[in-house]
């Protein structure tokens, strides 16, 4: 039974994300153009947060979707995967760097009402957000080519 909860959760938890929230929010709100295709991101040095996109993208049998680039960049830098666990944690993350958004709030709720095992993880992830430095402000497209180590020295500052 608990696995037919938990598969119904995380179809749940697609459905709300990328079939609700993700086209409403194209409507409300013109996400910046991503000007990167799937060649130029792999032409990027290796180790670079562009490449380790398109390489991630391509080990877990997604498309690039440009409106949504920033958001699996973030899944990189942070290091959550992207499993249902790891969706509300970088939520959760997020919350704790300072971004409030209804996706924010809405997979955080989400994930505290049906995945009370991972409570601890995502309360882990925000304060892991409130120590890091801030990253909403930053200029996504800017950083793809930048190296993938160098960013999460800053976010986490690193020495």
Known sequence: MYKTFVKIRS????CLTHNLALPLLKLVRKPEVFPYNRNQLLALPEGSLGR????????????????YAKHDMK????????TDKGEVCLQ???LGNGHMSFPVLSTLAFG???MPEYWVSFYHAF???RKACPIDNWKWNAIVPEQTSALRQLIFKIN
């Open 11 to 14: 179809r749940l938890l697609v």
């Open 52 to 67: 380790s996109l398109i390489l991630m993208l391509e080990e877990n049998d997604f498309q690039l979707l440009t409106h």
């Open 112 to 114: 505290i009402v049906t």
């Open 75 to 82: 899944h990189i830098l942070l290091g959550y995967p992207t």
């Open 92 to 94: 959760a993350f997020m």
């Open 127 to 129: 304060r892991r957000g």
